[in-house]
């Protein structure tokens, strides 16, 4: 049985002209055209394109910050695109649509086929067709055996080589390859169990960041996430119960000597994993994440947390918090922002620079020159006012909106920024009270990944590969003996024919035909 | 080290004069081929003629088995025993082409000392930066073309492959060049060397498929318009004889793409926690996957078999050529490994 193919398959008959069609018929007829090859080929080719722009603007899943800053810089062009939802092409209802008709396709595609198919690997190979001059590999040869010695040795060597066997006459009827078939139908359904999986297990998962500091423990709960993306289907309960405190954090580095440049060599941290009131200590590096009971912590980025200490006017302490402060290059000259609502008489707010190796610019300015902390410097711009954090508005702790707020060191002031090393303190003006620099920590970013559809999309990835593989390079092909009596013994004709691609029929059969040969040469003499 | 790195970049620039050589005997075989061809042509013997006829003649003996020719239009004509002369046997090359045979030989060896050298310098393997990338990938184009040589008679395409691996050379020393640093951690992965390899194998194939499928329109334009065109064309296997072997060579990059898709999904698994995230590289990856996986269809499809197939391969390989160079220079996004 031939494998069943679409009626614009290039193996398959022409069609023939439609006859009138009733609503029953066109629905059929719209049917045959949604999974026909042509179809299949023109939505791979526009999910292709459709793919482009996503790569041209920033997308809100990956690159959040991108698209603010999109936003920012064109921002007429910006509505549009957004409008289009070019922002979030592959979430957007063309994408999806594409994709989807795709899949509409492929699942009407496969299941005709694969009921076929299951038949044809329960059925006899066909009859032998009546003529095998032009066939492929035709060759005649005569051998001094019966009818039935050659064809008996035939059966036995087509079967050696795998071949389905059928008798018909003094003939017969072999065909191998349905792992072709099988292969190709293994991979098509494969793509549809990558669809599946993401579209049924993808509901389950979540992902969040956080930012931990030295010395400080994290725990898996929906607070303590700086950032959380919660799968469709996901609810509170399915954080699993676990806490993570960063005991170290080791980075090295290397120095080029000819060109200066600093490179990162290795980043270790020493974690503590806190689960069942037990503790286990971890290293996680990149690339290496750790896996706790399912769900995987990375290691993304690090920097420096120095301890700031607030004191108010009388010396009592308002405020001691580590403050991350996020690396703007690579020698982690970094960017931070404090914000001490209560205790002072007027809320506080500091944007701040750390330089891990401090050295004084011409100008005046610091920059870092070496990421590790050999002359840590820590200089703040202090602002009072309204912070804004009683409104009960998110903000972003990375960020302090100025709007609503009075400088009062650095800049036009008048009064100096305040510049300080490890264990230095600086008064605030208006005697509001001092600050410190209490000491210096590190921090690492982690992310939390809790995925349920990696194995079923891994499976179907193999399965994807192997199938493929089957497809493309097991050969499906058929070949004939026929027998013929003569006065000398017998007169034998190979032919073949391939189903698919299959450059080496020919050479197929003509080795067959010598393999023959000699099987029925070792039987006459035994 | 310093030494070794400078034995590497003088095997380079001395592969590339090798390859120059072959490249310019190459491109002679085909004009004097075509000036053969011509005379040929003018002479009415059967050379030229002969291969015009053949595939028309395989497809009409295939015809019979209801296979509309299938894909049996091989690179022999198989009608009973006719002819025992192939295809792809060289019509009317020249002495030149063993001679550039040779020498791409020669220059691909200094080549491979080049890689080599440059890995043992760097102590990790040398594919790490765009520069390292577009060399090793060259290595293996060109080490795939001569792999393919053994297998299948397409000398023709040495013009193509070395000129190609020649301007590709010449742009990533003067333009991609880095000097060895140490792997960042990023790129600290067994996968690094998986994904990237199995990428550059992919590229070979697809570039040695590009080139037959650009010939294979050469061949049926020549055929159809029957204008003088580019004469060594007519020396070419006929088209259909092209389509299939272009066929079987992009099929083959096409499992290596499949491959290299998958292993980088597992990388950035681990390197990201998240197997897909449409990262820009990702997503060319993918738009280079689908637009083969259309090519693979467009030869099954009737209507799409033929031209529009090639030039599907050509447009999936030109898109793996933009996703090396545009997509790794201008476009933002995680992958930036270049080096740069
Ligand atoms: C999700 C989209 C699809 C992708 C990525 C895809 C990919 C592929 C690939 C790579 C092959 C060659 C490997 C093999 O033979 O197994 C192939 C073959 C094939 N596909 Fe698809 N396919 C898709 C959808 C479809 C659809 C919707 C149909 C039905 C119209 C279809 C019908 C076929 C057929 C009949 C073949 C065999 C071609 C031949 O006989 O040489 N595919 N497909």
């Known amino acids: 049985m031939e494998p069943l193919r679409p009626s614009d398959h290039i193996d398959s008959e022409a069609p023939i002209a439609q006859p009138a069609l009733g609503a029953v018929g066109w629905l059929r007829f719209a049917w045959r055209q949604l999974t026909s090859m042509r179809t299949a080929l023109v939505l791979l080719l526009l999910l292709a394109i459709a793919a482009i722009p996503g790569s041209l603007v920033p997308q809100r899943s990956a690159d959040p910050n991108g698209v603010v800053q999109y936003r920012r810089n064109n921002p007429e062009l910006f509505e549009v695109l957004d409008a289009l939802q070019v922002f979030d092409t592959y979430t957007s209802v063309w994408f999806s649509a594409i994709y989807l008709l795709l899949f509409v396709s492929l699942i009407g595609c496969i299941i005709p086929r694969t009921l076929h198919h299951a038949r044809a690997l329960r059925s006899a190979p066909p009859k032998t067709p009546a003529r095998l001059g032009r066939l492929v590999g035709y060759r005649a040869t005569d051998a001094p055996a019966t009818v039935e010695q050659a064809l008996d040795a035939a059966h036995a060597e087509l079967r050696r080589r795998r071949y389905r066997v059928a008798r018909y006459g003094d003939s017969l009827s072999a065909e191998r390859g349905y792992l072709r078939e099988t292969g190709n139908l293994i991979f098509h359904m494969a793509l549809v169990g990558v669809l599946a999986t993401i579209g049924f297990?993808?509901?389950?998962?979540?992902?969040?960041?956080?930012?931990?500091?030295?010395?400080?423990?994290?725990?898996?709960?929906?607070?303590?996430?700086?950032?959380?993306?919660?799968?469709?289907?996901?609810?509170?309960?399915?954080?699993?119960?676990?806490?993570?405190?960063?005991?170290?954090?080791?980075?090295?580095?290397?120095?080029?000597?000819?060109?200066?440049?600093?490179?990162?060599?290795?980043?270790?941290?020493?974690?503590?994993?806190?689960?069942?009131?037990?503790?286990?200590?971890?290293?996680?590096?990149v690339n290496e994440p750790i896996d706790i009971g399912g769900t995987r912590m990375y290691l993304l980025g690090n920097g420096f947390a120095p301890v700031v200490t607030v004191r108010n006017a009388d010396g009592d302490v308002v405020f001691r918090e580590p403050i991350p402060f996020l690396p703007q290059d690579s020698n982690l000259t970094s960017l931070g922002v404090v914000k001490v609502p209560d205790g002072l008489r007027a809320e506080l707010g500091m944007i701040g620079f750390f330089y891990p190796s401090a050295l004084p610019l011409d100008s005046g300015a610091l920059t870092s020159i070496y990421p590790e902390p050999d002359q840590p410097v820590l200089t703040l711009n202090a602002f009072t006012g309204d912070l804004g954090l009683d409104d009960g508005v998110a903000r972003n702790a990375y960020a302090l909106d100025t709007d609503d707020l009075t400088q009062v060191t650095g800049g036009d002031t008048g009064t100096d920024s305040i510049v300080l090393g490890v264990g230095q303190s600086a008064a605030l003006p208006d005697g509001l009270g001092s600050v410190e620099f209490s000491e210096l920590r590190r921090f690492v970013s982690v992310d939390f990944y809790h995925d349920p559809t990696q194995i079923g999309v891994l499976v179907s990835a193999l399965l994807i590969l192997g199938g493929l593989i089957v497809s493309l390079f097991v050969p499906r092909r058929r070949l004939w003996v026929v027998a013929s009596p003569t006065d000398a013994g017998v007169r034998l004709e190979y032919a073949?024919?391939?189903?698919?691609?299959?450059?080496?029929?020919?050479?197929?059969?003509?080795?067959?035909?010598?393999?023959?040969?000699?099987?029925i040469a070792r039987t006459v003499e035994a | 080290m310093d030494t070794l790195v400078a034995y590497s970049l003088v095997a380079v620039y001395s592969a590339m004069g090798v390859y120059s050589i072959a490249f310019v005997l190459f491109t002679l075989d085909l004009s004097k081929r075509s000036a053969a061809a011509a005379d040929a042509a003018v002479a009415g013997t059967a050379s030229a003629a002969a291969a015009t006829s053949r595939p028309a003649a395989a497809t009409a003996a295939v015809g019979v088995g209801r296979s509309k020719g299938g894909t049996t239009t091989l690179d022999r004509p198989i009608a009973a025993g006719a002819s025992t002369r192939t295809v792809d046997a060289p019509i009317g090359a020249t002495r030149y082409q063993k001679i550039a045979v040779a020498l791409s030989l020669l220059g691909w060896l200094l080549h491979l000392g080049a890689v080599l050298t440059r890995g043992i310098a760097a102590e990790r393997v040398p594919w790490a930066n765009m520069f390292?990338?577009?060399?090793?990938?060259?290595?293996?184009?060109?080490?795939?073309?001569?792999?393919?040589?053994?297998?299948?008679?397409?000398?023709?395409?040495?013009?193509?492959?070395?000129?190609?691996?020649?301007?590709?050379?010449?742009?990533?020393?003067?333009?991609?060049?880095?000097?060895?640093?140490?792997?960042?951690?990023?790129?600290?992965?067994?996968?690094?060397?998986?994904?990237?390899?199995?990428?550059?194998?992919?590229?070979?194939?697809?570039?040695?498929?590009?080139?037959?499928?650009?010939?294979?329109?050469?061949?049926?334009?020549?055929?159809?318009?029957?204008?003088?065109?580019?004469?060594?064309?007519?020396?070419?296997?006929?088209?259909?004889?092209?389509?299939?072997?272009?066929?079987?060579?992009?099929?083959?990059?096409?499992?290596?793409?499949?491959?290299?898709?998958?292993?980088?999904?597992?990388?950035?698994?681990?390197?990201?926690?998240?197997?897909?995230?449409?990262?820009?590289?990702?997503?060319?990856?993918?738009?280079?996957?689908?637009?083969?996986?259309?090519?693979?269809?467009?030869?099954?499809?009737?209507?799409?078999?033929?031209?529009?197939?090639?030039?599907?391969?050509?447009?999936?390989?030109?898109?793996?050529?933009?996703?090396?160079?545009?997509?790794?220079?201008?476009?933002?996004?995680?992958?930036s490994y270049s080096g740069l």
């Open chain 1, 201 to 285: 297990a993808g509901g389950f998962g979540y992902n969040g960041q956080k930012v931990l500091v030295e010395d400080r423990v994290f725990v898996n709960q929906l607070s303590s996430y700086d950032s959380f993306k919660p799968g469709r289907f996901f609810d509170d309960t399915r954080l699993d119960a676990f806490g993570v405190r960063l005991d170290e954090f080791t980075p090295e580095y290397g120095l080029d000597t000819t060109t200066g440049r600093v490179q990162p060599l290795d980043f270790e941290a020493a974690v503590t994993v806190i689960a069942n009131g037990k503790e286990y200590e971890r290293v996680l590096k």
């Open chain 1, 496 to 519: 073949g024919l391939a189903r698919g691609d299959d450059p080496g029929l020919e050479a197929a059969v003509y080795d067959f035909a010598d393999s023959h040969s000699q099987r």
């Open chain 2, 132 to 335: 390292e990338f577009g060399l090793t990938a060259t290595v293996i184009g060109m080490g795939t073309f001569l792999g393919v040589l053994l297998w299948k008679d397409v000398r023709y395409l040495g013009a193509y492959i070395s000129g190609f691996t020649l301007l590709s050379l010449g742009i990533v020393t003067t333009n991609f060049y880095v000097d060895i640093v140490p792997t960042p951690p990023a790129l600290q992965s067994a996968w690094l060397v998986i994904h990237v390899l199995v990428a550059s194998l992919a590229t070979g194939f697809f570039a040695i498929g590009a080139g037959l499928s650009i010939m294979q329109l050469l061949r049926s334009r020549a055929a159809a318009s029957k204008a003088e065109g580019l004469r060594f064309v007519h020396t070419l296997p006929g088209a259909s004889a092209l389509e299939s072997l272009a066929y079987r060579v992009n099929v083959v990059g096409f499992v290596f793409w499949t491959f290299t898709l998958i292993a980088g999904a597992i990388w950035a698994e681990r390197a990201w926690g998240r197997y897909w995230g449409w990262d820009t590289k990702e997503v060319w990856t993918f738009i280079i996957w689908t637009l083969f996986a259309g090519y693979i269809h467009a030869r099954a499809t009737r209507g799409w078999r033929g031209d529009r197939s090639a030039w599907l391969a050509i447009i999936g390989f030109s898109a793996v050529i933009f996703n090396y160079t545009i997509v790794n220079l201008f476009f933002k996004g995680l992958h």
